[in-house]
């Protein structure tokens, strides 16, 4: 039996289902993608259009919060001001893998792993791991992210010298 000969022999209502399944893991994959894309570029523009407005960003490295945005429901609290890698001159790249998303109606959960490279200023370099994860929600404009955390282990005692800010605190998203 081919999978064609299977199927046909399911009921539209299942296909239609598995097939609308199918289609949101595919958006939200491609929206998580596409994001971390535009802000490996520091696109910053290119950002509100992929989050709710009441999104939450982190980062943390070792366990370490450096970067906590909190939205005021104002505006997106992203700004080049909040980006202290690039402040600090150094440019990054991640790779993203395994990306699964948990579907619950209109709300996604995401789990992906990846590599980031790291180029100092002094002309090191490291790769670091991240693990990362987050909650997309369905809007009337689509998929977006509604909260994301990037979890790095990195060595923390050598970034931790290009901070040029302390860490923003929750409910802070100026910093």
Known sequence: MTTSDIVSQLPAD???QRFSAFLDRAEV??????FHAHIDRWDWDAVPSMITSD??????IDG?????????GQNTG???????REQAGITGQHQWTNVVVDLDGDCAQVMMSGTQTNA?????????GVLGQ????????????????GNYRSNHTRLSSYFTTEPALRGDATA
């Open 120 to 128: 100092w200023p002094d002309g090191g370099f490291e790769v670091s």
């Open 55 to 60: 999104c939450s960003l982190a980062t943390h």
């Open 78 to 84: 992203l700004s080049k001001k909040t980006n202290w």
């Open 64 to 72: 370490v919060p450096v970067f906590v945005n909190w939205d005021q």
């Open 14 to 16: 299942d296909l239609r």
């Open 29 to 34: 994959t491609e929206l998580v993608l596409r």
């Open 134 to 149: 987050g909650t997309c929600r369905r809007t009337p404009h689509g998929w977006r992210i509604a909260e994301f955390v």
